[in-house]
């Protein structure tokens, strides 16, 4: 289990990119799409929480890569797919939508001091690298 701290960061996300790519280079093929999910989750804290991301972790078992993003709000309920995200005209709002087409599945989970937002992905091939193929 690997954590890095977020709070109080001004610009979290470039650290908890290269904090997923760091600890997952080498020892997974499903690096890109981790990227791409904790670059979601994490950007969906920024904006849609007062406090921002408290810290991500992430978790390599024999078949998958658990991500969870932490924030320290309660689930109310806000954290799901946004309407918009069938929209391919939509400036916004497809996050969870991709996290939810990458990831084997993702779910919202309360914890002591607030929620985090969890992808469980497979250890595979990234869906990405495979897209970028074409």
Request: glycine share 6%.
């Amino acid at each position: 289990m690997y954590w890095v701290a977020l709070a109080g960061r001004h610009e979290p996300l470039a650290p908890a990119r290269d904090q997923v790519r760091a600890v997952l280079a080498g020892v997974v093929p499903c690096v890109d799409d981790a990227v791409l999910v904790v670059s979601e989750l994490v950007g969906n804290a920024v904006r849609h929480t007062t406090a921002g991301p408290d810290c991500l972790t992430i978790e390599i078992n024999e078949d998958q890569v658990i991500v969870a993003v932490h924030d320290p709000e309660h689930d109310d309920g806000r954290v799901h797919v946004s309407e918009s995200a069938a929209d391919p005209l939509a400036e916004s709002g497809r996050g969870l939508w991709l996290v939810q087409a990458l990831a084997r599945r993702w779910y919202v989970e309360t914890t002591a001091v607030g929620k985090a937002v969890v992808a469980v992905l497979p250890r595979r091939k990234s869906a990405v690298s495979r897209a970028a193929r074409f």
